[in-house]
């Protein structure tokens, strides 16, 4: 059983930055496929971002590409996603994810996602 639990999400101006982290426990995110998802008011849940277990391979959706960084620290077995250059459009609950099924490099698919955190929520005003 893994538990996830996000946190640093809060209300920031256009063009602002936030951290947000994501807390495993019951398996060290080194051994998982990791990833972050998100969903604004009234839209479907979109891929943000992934890395792989290695942390060789990262992926990123078109639309935050070259704002946002994922990463991950095995010692504190927490991820991370950096989020700059921020807007309104960025508004959204941001979900992490784990994948401890498929081993595959990493995966924009929410069904290849087996654990899921309770979200936090992010707001970006203009």
């Known amino acids: 059983q893994v538990q996830l639990v996000e946190s640093g999400g809060g209300l920031v101006q256009a063009g602002g930055s936030l951290r947000l982290s994501c807390a495993a426990s019951?398996?060290?995110?080194?051994?998982?496929?990791m990833g972050w998802f998100r969903q604004g008011p009234g839209k479907e849940r979109e891929f943000v971002a992934a890395i792989s277990r290695s942390g060789g391979g990262v992926i990123y959706g078109d639309s935050v590409k070259g704002r946002f960084t994922i990463s991950r620290d095995n010692v504190k077995n927490t991820v991370y996603l950096q989020m700059r250059s921020l807007k309104p459009d960025d508004t959204a609950v941001y979900y992490c994810?784990?994948?401890?099924?498929?081993?595959?490099?990493?995966?924009?698919?929410?069904?290849?996602?087996?654990?899921w955190g309770q979200g936090t929520q992010v707001t970006v005003s203009s």
């Open positions: 019951g398996r060290t995110v080194s051994s998982c496929a």
């Open positions: 994810a784990a994948d401890t099924i498929t081993g595959i490099g990493v995966s924009t698919s929410l069904a290849t996602y087996n654990y």
